[in-house]
């Protein structure tokens, strides 16, 4: 239980990751991981795509205007520069998943519990890659709501909500983040 702790403790967002690839049975240990969250009437509202070359091909035009739209509000702007770190952040992770989360309009309780749910699931199966030693970061850049990447991954917007994409790989440096206390976070009341 201890070791659990100090995966919880120590797992931190990584913006790099090393070029060397996640063996199989760790991202589907961490897919399966996600499947134990948490889930008020069994409803298992998220989907996990994983991106390959291919899919991640199809997003460079929307990175490509995204990037040239921020690029344009900056003092001094290098738009090439700019897209090409953009580009690199979807092309370079080793792995790619678009997480998402059912859509259900006509009840919108049931859609933030769900909303809960898939949370619980995106961090469980951060929190299994981490106790494997792969780092992950979750993005919510303007890339995961845009309609083109719905398009893209064939994702019906009526039907499905992407959440985040969580990026992963093998890390080399963990960034340091000060985290409250229980003192400022725990009230106990009588
Ligand atoms: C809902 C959510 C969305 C996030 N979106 C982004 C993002 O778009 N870009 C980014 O760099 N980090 C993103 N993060 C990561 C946070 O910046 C990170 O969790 C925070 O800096 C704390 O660091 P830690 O995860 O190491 O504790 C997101 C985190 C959450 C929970």
């Avoid at 931190?12 to 990751?17: A, I």
């Avoid at 003092?75 to 678009?98: C, F, T």
């Avoid at 259900?104 to 898939?118: I, N, T």
């Amino acid at each position: 239980m201890s070791e659990f702790q100090d995966v919880l403790k120590s797992r931190r967002t990584v913006h790099r990751f090393a070029d060397r690839p996640i063996e199989e049975a760790i991202v589907n240990q961490a897919l399966e991981a996600a499947n134990q969250a948490p889930c008020h009437k069994h409803t298992h509202p998220w989907k996990f795509y994983l991106l390959g070359e291919k899919t991640r091909q199809t997003l460079v035009p929307t990175i490509t205007h995204l990037a040239a739209a921020k690029s344009e509000q900056k003092k001094s702007p290098d738009p090439e520069h700019d897209s090409k770190r953009a580009i690199g952040k979807v092309m370079n992770p080793p792995l790619l998943v678009a997480v998402t989360n059912k859509q259900s309009p006509q009840d919108p309780f049931r859609q933030k519990e769900d909303y809960a749910a898939s949370v619980c699931a995106l961090h469980n199966m951060v929190l299994s890659l981490w106790g494997n030693g792969v780092s992950a970061k979750w993005s919510t850049g303007g890339l995961t709501r845009h309609p083109e990447t719905y398009e893209n991954l064939g994702i019906d917007p009526k039907k499905e909500e992407i959440i985040g994409f969580v990026k992963a790989g093998y890390a080399d440096a963990l960034p340091v983040v000060n985290k409250p206390t229980i003192e400022d976070t725990a009230r106990h009341l009588p």
